[in-house]
């Protein structure tokens, strides 16, 4: 697929959510994240959306869209395995590592990712980087925690800062906030993430690389490319 060079953001977004569904096995379940960019698949899975049975949902938000176009959604409880899952990105790295949460999703993308056998991720290509880190990283924490663990990531050169909406601490899905984590390089993120989700508090880190994506769909100005990892 070729895109101008005029293409902006949103529509290298639309691009790659529409090439995801290559990745749809016909007459099966699909797992969807949650963001921007798969809203954009979203809206393109609606087309065919009476060839597939349905969607395991990762948010309340993808839930909510998913329904609105006619896509039935399973319970993660009542499905054993998934084909694949379709995520989006805050930044990912040539070995398919990744940081996501941004949209406040990332310990329902993280269950939902590990029913699946394959991990497509969907990104326009500013989020594909060397080292994970530039982005601020989310973490899933039990509200009582937040102070001890915003001082155990101070330990390692990051500074916590709590999540808001509205003035007030977001919560999530779970019912938990966000630290949003500025200042860290993440030079080896499978012993990051292993280290960091042993913290008491933690519920899930924005490190994804035990569920690491296989393929990413990278949105460019040369149009969508392809990286197998
Ligand atoms: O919690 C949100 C997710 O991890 C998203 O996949 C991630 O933040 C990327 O979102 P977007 O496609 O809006 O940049």
Not at 208 to 223: E, H
Request: aromatic fraction near 4%.
């Amino acid at each position: 697929m070729t895109a101008p060079t005029s293409l902006s953001q949103d529509e290298l977004k639309t691009l790659v959510g529409q090439a995801a569904l290559q990745y749809v096995v016909p007459g099966e379940l699909v797992g969807v994240g949650t963001g921007s960019t798969v809203n954009k698949f979203i809206d393109a899975l609606a087309s065919i959306k009476d060839t597939i049975r349905g969607a395991v949902s990762s948010s309340e938000a993808s839930t909510a869209r998913l329904k609105a176009l006619g896509i039935p959604v399973l319970d993660a409880n009542d499905v054993r395995s998934l084909s694949v899952y379709i995520d989006g990105a805050d930044e990912i790295d040539g070995n398919g590592y990744m940081v996501k949460g941004g949209g406040a999703a990332l310990t329902r993308e993280k269950i939902v990712a590990a029913l699946a056998r394959r991990f497509v991720c969907i990104a326009d290509e500013s989020k594909l980087v060397n080292v994970l880190g530039a982005f601020p990283l989310p973490v899933e924490v039990i509200p009582m925690a937040a102070a001890h663990i915003a001082r155990r990531f101070e330990s390692l050169g990051g500074q916590a800062t709590l999540r808001l909406k509205d003035g007030q601490p977001l919560v999530t899905d779970n019912g938990q906030h966000i630290l949003d984590v500025r200042g860290l390089t993440i030079s080896d993120p499978l012993a990051f993430e292993t280290e960091v989700n042993q913290w008491p508090g933690v519920v899930t880190v924005g490190v994804f690389a035990l569920q690491k994506a296989n393929v990413c769909l990278l949105g460019t100005a040369q149009g969508v490319r392809t990286l197998s990892l």
